[in-house]
């Protein structure tokens, strides 16, 4: 029992959660130490006087207990992540970071002891004044090494945070403007840093404490200055220690692990053997085998869940993590995270979603978003009777119609903040609510089938003396969860939307055509979008595959004034 509650307050998902925590909190230093940099492109005294409001949140006992305690349970943390990982096989963008966030330590030392060791120890002032004389002026090599961690620690941490939000569909919504940021921190910081260096080299600035030049306010008696370099020795030779002993421990259990080897195949005949404690994932890629894994290996999301064929009785049950993924997804019997399972003997299994190998991808191809279940609406157009219509009409005339219909539907879409999902023969099919609430979507999603039966009017009489008779469309908007993510193969890869919402849809835009009419919503939608339609006439149609009908209103006339109260200010949700 005291070894289960062990494991349960030291299991995978509270250390992930631990080094989170704390690198946010060194990223949140960091953030406001950057923006201290900023203000010395006013000048010198002016981030002097800005570091007076930001210094009191760190320099005190708590303060310094959460940053520099944050600091070393991260780099604790990530080196015993490394020891942890069977295999240092890893996508290109995981191992950037792993190395980003080794270089930190090195990076970072010399300047902890030069200022707040220095501080601390020997009572050296430690602002800009005394920092830019030492890094721009007395040692610019050592001015440029400050200037590449910071870069570093940044870097580091945006690519963390990246990777933690990066699924998140209000993340997705504000991903240009956190780019924005992301780029403009660094470079408005090292250019502070540079006017304030560039400001105090010039023969006609003064530091303070520095009259006449007799004595320069930076330097430290010999002897503090020697115990400052021995310091900083050992804190790089401590850092460097548990790097060597991270990689000699894992030199040793593998060593100690070829003894133990289990194996894994799989049904085309592939077998892999890796030592006990192996993860499924892990093996397949120490042997270069194609895997998916969306989350990193996480066991966040099932892209790389396995089928469990033979030696079931080899596995130990899924882990709390483990069992809500699966649990979230329905699996069936006998399948398993490939992230998660361990096995302790031979297994035989298949993955459920087969990767392909680089050599089998199209040039131009990139790796698919996954699919994430999100409340949107979805609208699907069509020109009723079009075959009549064209049926006499010459290629290039059908083509240039068909044009300026897509054109007055794709704007009505964009304009109500929609996006366009795809053209099909002479329907459309647009979704909403990719980056906001179903409330919100449902009303764009409204709003854009009235800007659509005003720009086909608009159309029909500028192509009056074209047309035999105008063009008439039919429309089906409805509400629910749906299957978000990129979906095809090479250049036709696209952004979607799948699942039994979208069927709902296509079918009430054949109810409409069938109807005659121009719009047939579902209940959902109108109750939703706050409309009041009691006036408007509703019946109750089969849904193919429901077992339940389902109410939607039909709108035979009148569309444009049923939606003159439709509220589109996000706002008003």
Known sequence: MAAGVLENLISQRRLRRARLLSGLIIFTFLTMHMMNHMFGLISVEMADYARRWFLPLWRNPAGTVLLYGAFLTHITLVLGSLYMRRSMAMPWTEAAQIILGLLVPILLIDHIVSTRLASTLFYLRDNYEIVVHSLWTKAPFNGAKQALALLVIWLHGCLGIHFWLRYRPWYTAI?????????????LSLLGFMQMGRTMSTPVYLMSGFPGGYYDPSALPAQASQQLHEIRLALHGTFATLVIFVFAARGVRWLRERAHLITIRFPEGQAISVPRGYTVLEASRMASRPHYAVCGGKGRCSTCRVQIIEGSENLSPPDSQEERTLSRIKAGPGVRLACQLRPNGPVTLTPLLVAKSEVDEAPDSYEAIPGREREIAVLFCDIRNFTTLTETRLPFDIVFLLNRYFSVVGHAVEQAGGRMDKFIGDG??????????????CRQALDASRRIIAGIEALNEQLANELPDPLRIAMGIHTG??????????????????GDTVNVASRLETVAKDLDTKLVLSEPVARLAGLDLSSVPSQDIAIRGRTESLKVFVFEKGVRKALEGLVIDPSAS
Request: no cysteine; net charge neutral; glycine share 14%.
């Open 175 to 187: 991903w240009p403007g956190v780019l924005t940021v992301a780029i403009l921190m660094p470079t």
């Open 428 to 441: 459309a099919m647009a979704l909403f609510g990719l980056s906001g609430n179903a409330e919100l979507a």
């Open 481 to 498: 969860p749906a299957v978000v993510g990129t979906l095809g193969y090479g250049n036709a890869r696209t952004l979607t939307a799948i």
